[in-house]
């Protein structure tokens, strides 16, 4: 793994979003341009707090850049449930029991879309699993698991985080945290990320699970109120007592095409992410914060771009090894 960058406290930045009232000291909010890495919006964004199932963005990562390592197709390799799921506790929506079988594409479907805790659990026994037996360790296949995840959040210079588990309910003694700020740079990370875009993307997925009653079907929709809005991508939603309503979700626009000195054309890529914490009206406060975060970016590159102090300017975020 690359060392973390430094990275300077970020400036808390009160800010009225148009029709939607001032950001109140009980949330966290940060907007960010990702290929610039230019912070646009930023209010208690470095407050560490529980994040609920924006952790199975982490999960998602890891479980992709596993399959992508081994040169395995999601679609063909099956996960079997395991016997800690009756631990996990919460909604099951596909039914899941031990025992059952699925594609890991479809239980990252049901995990990222559906937020299946379930799901998320199946997948990191599963890589952990694998994980465990080609390190030639004896160790608890999830803990391996999240010890990826913390790994990949340690490369990403994401150093108010932890990661207790795949799915993101607070269990006692085994309570994770994140900010604003962190989960922003992990966003940033998973849309590089194009198996896992596919996937966050989808409003629906009809996935399959077999079990010993034979093979059966679920549609599972995506929580994302945003998916279907134009430019709209992902990725997550997460809800828990501790953590409130949350959401990280990402926007492109179209490239901007400006005429270079030599009378070439050069199109330059735009995307934000904006991820708000602990806040009840969560997917109108994050439309809020896109007008908002493309107002400020648009004056940002009309001003020509100026940057005076990196670190606490810009989000920049690794590729780690």
Not at 103 to 132: F, K, P, T
Request: charged letters at 20%; glycine letters at 10%; aromatic letters at 4%.
């Amino acid at each position: 793994m690359h060392p973390s960058p430094k990275v300077r406290p970020l400036s808390f930045i009160c800010l009225t979003i148009l029709g939607l009232g001032p950001l109140t000291a009980q949330e966290s909010a940060m907007v960010v341009e990702a290929y610039s890495g230019k912070i646009l919006v930023s209010a208690n964004a470095r407050q560490k707090r529980p994040v609920a199932s924006l952790t199975k963005i982490a999960t998602g990562v890891v479980a992709v850049d596993w399959a992508t390592a081994a040169g395995i197709d999601p679609g063909e390799v099956q996960v079997t449930v395991p016997p800690t799921v009756t631990l996990v506790g919460g909604p099951n929506p596909m039914n899941l029991q031990p025992g059952d079988r699925l594609s890991l594409r479809d239980a990252l479907y049901s995990a990222m879309l559906g937020s299946d805790n379930l799901a998320a659990l199946s997948v990191a026994d599963h890589v952990g699993r694998e994980l465990v037996r080609r390190r030639g360790k004896n160790h608890d296949p999830v803990a391996e698991f999240v010890g990826e995840m913390n790994r990949l959040a340690k490369g990403l210079g994401m150093r108010q985080t932890r990661f207790a588990n795949p799915h993101g309910l607070e269990r006692p003694r085994a309570t994770g945290h994140s900010t604003a700020a962190d989960i922003a740079r992990l966003s940033v990370y998973a849309m590089r990320r194009n198996a896992l875009t596919f996937i966050m993307r989808q409003p629906e997925r009809q996935v399959i699970v077999r079990g010993a009653g034979g093979e059966r079907s679920y549609r599972v929709r995506n929580t994302n109120e945003l998916i279907g809005e134009p430019g709209i991508l992902g990725l997550k939603t997460g809800t828990t007592a501790a953590a409130g309503p949350c959401l990280s979700v990402c926007m492109d626009r179209n490239p901007l095409v400006r005429t270079k000195p030599d009378g070439t054309k050069g199109a330059t890529p735009r995307r934000l992410i904006a991820v708000v914490l602990n806040q009840p009206d969560r997917f109108n406060r994050a439309r809020g914060l896109i007008r908002q975060g493309w107002s400020a970016y648009d004056s940002w590159i009309a001003s020509g771009a100026p940057v005076g102090d990196r670190e606490s300017e810009l989000l920049v975020v690794p590729n780690p090894e």
